[in-house]
DNA sequence: GACAAAAAAGCACGATCGTTCGTATCTTCG
DNA sequence: CGAAGATACGAACGATCGTGCTTTTTTGTC
C-alpha cells in the first residue's frame, strides 16, 4: 500500500542525517520517532529491529551516494577528466549533501570495522564495489593514454581514497580551512605523477 | 596513597582495549567493571563522570601514541630516514598496539567530529600537535637537502596523515591483504616525488 | 594493634535503550 | 458506504546507561 512506503521513506531521510552526526549505533529509535512527530512502536514497526533500520540506512546512503557520485561522472570524458570528476563531487559529497555530520559511509565504515554482522557486511561490500569502480576509471585514463601504462589502477584507487579520508579528517575533526585546498593539490600531484612523462 | 593509582592505571589500559573496539561512547562504565572485577560505583570514583574517563582514555591514547611512533622515530638520522621511520612506526601502532580495534585516535577522530565538548577538544589539539610535527620533520628532510625547497610540508603532512588513513580504512574495515603493501607503495611514491630531480 | 584515610562496594535513582503486544485509527478498495 | 487491511499508538517489559549516596572493607601510618 502506498502512506506506508511514503512514510518510512521520509523517516530514512531523517535517519540518514541523525545517523551521520550520531553514528550508525547512536542512531536511536526514540529519538528519531520523535523527530518525525510519531511514536517509538509505530516507527519500530517500518523496520522490525533496529538492524533492520541500520541496512535499510546504510542502503540509502551508498543509493545516494552512487546518484549524487558516480552516475554524474559518467557524463565526463573518459580517463582523466572523469576522474577529476568522480573526485570533486566526492569532496562535494562529503560536504553539504544533506549529511550534517559529513560523509555516513566514512563514519560507518570505523564504527562498524570491528562489529561483526550483516551491517558490516552490507558496508564492506559497497565499498569494495566502489574501490573496484575506481580502479576501472584509472584503467580507462590509461587505455586513453592519459596515465602510463605502468600506474597500478588499484593503488591509484587507493590513494584516491586516501585523500578523500584525510580531507574528511582536516575538514570535520580539525576544521583546517585549508583541507580543500589540500586535498586538491594532493590530487594532483597524484595526476601529474601517472601521466605519461614528457619526451625532452 | 599508592594502591588507588595502581587500579586506575589498570583499569584506564583495559579501557584503551575497550574504547578501540566500541569507540570512545560505547566504552561503557558497567562493562569496563566487569573486566576489572569490581563494581560501577567503585570505578566511577576513579574518574568523577564518563567524561573524565573518556578525557583520561585520551591522554593515555595519545601518549603512548608518541612514545610508540614519535619517540624512538628520533633515533633515526634527521631528514628522510627520520621520516620513514615515523612512517612504519604509524602503520606499527594502527596494528598491533594493544589495540584490537585499531587506532583508537583514529576511530575517535570520526566519532568525535560532531560532539563538540572536553573530548573533542583535546583529541583536536593532539592531532594539530600531531600533523606540526610531522611537517617539522619534512622541513628538516628540506634542510638535509633530501627533500626539494618547494616541498609544502604541511601537504606532505596531510599526504602522510591520509595514507595511514587509507591504511587504517583498507585493512580493519575491508581486511584487504594488500593494504600494507599499497600503503608502502604510496609513501614512496609520496617520497620519490619530494626528492631533488636527477640531473640528465 | 589502633586509627584515620583511601578505596571499593552496595544500593537506588531516573532516563533511555530495543522490543512486544493489544488496541485504535486511518486508507484503500469492492 | 462498509469491510478489510495497513498503519500508528500507548503502555509495559527487562536491560543498561551514568550518577549520586551510604556503608563496608582495605590500606598506610604512628
Redesign the pocket.
Known sequence: ?????A?RERILESALELASTEGLTG?????LADRN??????????FG???GLQLDVLELATAKFRESVFTPALRADRGEPRLRALFTRWMDWADHQSLPGGCLLTAAAVELDDQPGPARDALVDAQRQWADTLARAVRIAIEERHFRADVDPHLFAFQLHSILLGYHHARRLLRDPDAARRAHDAFEALVAGARPRKAR
Chains 1, 2 share one sequence.
Request: no cysteine; aromatic share 4%.
Open positions: 500500500m502506498r502512506k506506508g512506503e512514510t542512531l536511536s529509535i526514540g529519538r512527530g510519531m511514536s517509538k512502536s509505530g516507527l519500530f514497526a517500518h529491529s533496529k538492524e
